[in-house]
């Protein structure tokens, strides 16, 4: 059975070390009384509902599923589900980042972000439940009217309420601008909504009293293509003036999806026959209101995989220091042994350390990312809060797919540290293989986060954003440029922060001629803007552990940041090189290829 302990002390060292993240907030009104002993506390008394509320029920989860009951259509969500969201919403979890105004604690994002990437490591079956309704709030927070914000924010704060995102459908994925389903206009100002949804995450279940759907439908005069959208909050059950819970509303799930992974959530199937909604933002303008939802999903789906790749490695680490394999290939270590334990061979070693500089790597970015949030709400100045918000734009595709796919690579790592016990259910770890897989495809598959960083979020201003990012790199190299003992780890970035300079104009050129150019080179680039970003947040580590180790300081967690930084560096990072190359062969090898593909 896999076991999981909080990262409690990486989180503090990367806020409170590295990061100085009250300092941040500091400068946030809201913020200003939010010191370290608080957050500290609230993390470690979450990481207790993780680890012991949540976490038992991961492999149970697994096994029983969802149940559906084509009668009613009701959803059943594993056992001990419900009995765990009740202990979430008593505690007052639900709450930890919301406004005030509605029953939240208001505690900042970046403390409910590593609050989050525990209940990820314990269990994202179950997290996704309450994870899910975030986005919902915060969709109708920024784009709700008066009336639905009093409606809906205080029973999403509080958890009494769940909330979903309803978009794809049978025939559409990423390209919503083909979405068929209607809202037709009721003499109210509500909406009847017609149509199929699918592949709907949380969307029933018996944890909650009420689900507040948003849903994505087309109004009768809608222009063709994603310029016709519009929003519409659909709940499951009618709600009166009061909040007081009416009949069940035209909205029913129609059948679950049998799925890899994540088999303790309810991916659902959802039918809507004449649902009574109604409508969120402009007519017209549902897509920009729902990407609010999108872009907070899109974080939260990093965070997943971050989540998946601690607690792997976590297990991976323990069975390979306890398995004994053959001798060390330098001799004998453990001579007290019929062979030595798996951890001292060297390719262990590196699977090992692969997941564990992922997951630290990640865990920075996070919590860097959790604090443009909070200064992008909060902060008073107008130029910081946008400033920001431009910087999260940039950096929210590289959390969703370089998270993600560091997390295949890391979850398969630690699978394979267990050999064969690895591929044996009871173990644990081929569940973290199959529950991570989804991450890389929903809220836009990791092609599409990398089309949108190369496309929309660096060529589509020349380049401006990642300029900004490309400053605290080049003020990091010339604070240390000259520190031989941080050589190691700023010359590498320091070359390729000007290599992808070079390469993003190379593209910009070549995409003006043929934009397949800038589909074929999209998702390597993303992968050596991941790098870069990970190569930025490992410098820094490594120069606050060599301070504190030159200080004096004995406490071995520093030496393990360096030795973990070098691994990095070492080890992982060079793959920019490859990808750099085989970005400029350029996309003719991809697309004169009819005869192949016959």
């Not at 569940?431 to 929903?442: A, F, G, S």
């Not at 496309?455 to 440029?481: D, H, I, P, W, Y």
């Not at 606050?544 to 973990?564: C, M, P, S």
Request: with cysteine; glycine share 10%.
């Amino acid at each position: 059975m896999p076991s999981y302990t909080p990262p409690l002390r990486d989180m503090q060292f990367v806020m409170h070390e590295v990061l100085k993240v009250t300092d941040d907030l500091k400068l946030c009104p809201q913020h200003a009384d939010t010191d370290a002993d608080t957050i500290n506390a609230v993390l470690e008394e979450g990481g207790k509902f993780a680890s012991e509320v949540a976490f038992p029920l991961n492999i149970s989860g697994d096994e029983e599923g969802c149940t559906l009951d084509k009668t009613t259509h009701e959803v059943t969500a594993p056992k001990g589900f419900k009995e765990a969201y009740a202990q979430y919403v008593q505690g007052g979890w639900a709450a930890l980042s919301c406004d005030p105004a509605y029953g939240g604690q208001g505690l900042p994002f970046v403390v409910n972000q590593c609050f989050y990437e525990m209940l990820n490591s314990a269990n994202q079956a179950w997290t996704m439940y309450p994870g899910l309704s975030h986005g919902a709030y915060e969709a109708l927070q920024a784009h709700g009217t008066d009336a639905q914000k009093a409606l809906y924010l205080p029973k999403l704060t509080s958890g009494e309420w769940t909330g979903t995102m309803c978009l794809t459908e049978p025939h559409c994925g990423t390209d919503l601008g083909l979405l068929r389903t209607k809202a037709e206009p009721l003499a109210d100002g509500s909406y009847a909504i017609t149509g199929n949804k699918i592949f709907i995450s949380a969307g029933e279940h018996d944890m909650a009293e009420n689900i507040v759907h948003l849903v994505l439908a087309r109004l009768p005069d809608a222009p063709v293509g994603s310029k016709g959208i519009s929003l519409f909050a659909v709940p499951k059950f009618h709600v009166s003036a009061d909040g007081t819970l009416g009949k069940r509303n035209g909205i029913y799930c129609g059948g679950l999806e049998h799925k890899m992974g994540i088999h303790g959530n309810a991916t659902a199937q959802m039918v809507l026959e004449g649902a009574i909604g109604t409508l969120v933002g402009q007519p017209n303008k549902g897509l920009a209101a729902m990407f609010v939802m999108m872009n907070a999903a899109r974080l939260g789906v990093g965070n997943q995989s971050l989540g998946l790749t601690e607690v792997a490695y976590q297990n991976a680490l323990a069975y390979a220091k306890d398995r004994i394999q053959m001798r060390s290939l330098s001799g004998t270590k453990a001579k007290d042994k019929p062979a030595d334990p798996i951890i001292v061979h060297p390719d262990v070693r590196k699977m090992l350390l692969t997941a564990k500089a992922y997951a630290e790597g990640g865990r920075a970015l996070g919590i860097f990312c959790g604090v443009l949030l909070d200064k992008e709400h909060s902060h008073p100045d107008e130029k910081v809060r946008a400033d920001s918000g431009e910087l999260l734009a940039l950096l929210t595709p590289i959390v969703k797919a370089f998270l993600t796919d560091n997390g295949h690579i890391s979850t398969n790592a630690c699978m394979q540290v267990f050999g064969g016990h690895g591929f044996i259910k009871e173990w644990g770890m081929e569940q973290y293989v199959r529950d991570n897989r989804i991450n890389m495809i929903y809220e836009g598959t990791n092609t599409i986060q990398s089309l949108d960083l190369l496309g929309r979020k660096v060529l589509g201003n020349n380049g401006a954003t990642l300029k900004k990012f490309g400053r605290l790199v080049a003020a990091l190299v010339e604070e240390e440029g000259v520190n031989e003992k941080m050589a190691e780890f700023i010359t590498p970035i320091a070359i390729l922060g000007d290599q992808v300079t070079k390469l993003t104009t190379e593209l910009g050129f070549k995409g003006f001629q043929n934009a397949d150019e800038v589909g074929a080179a999209a998702v390597d680039y993303l992968r050596v803007a991941g790098h870069l970003v990970f190569g930025y947040f490992w410098a820094r580590m490594a120069q606050v552990a060599l301070r504190e180790i030159a200080a004096g300081n004995t406490d071995q967690f520093y030496l393990a940041k360096v030795q973990t930084a070098r691994f990095y560096f070492a080890k992982l990072f060079p793959e920019t090189a490859t990808l750099m190359r085989t970005m400029r062969t350029g996309s003719k090898a991809l697309m004169d290829t009819d005869a192949a593909l016959a």
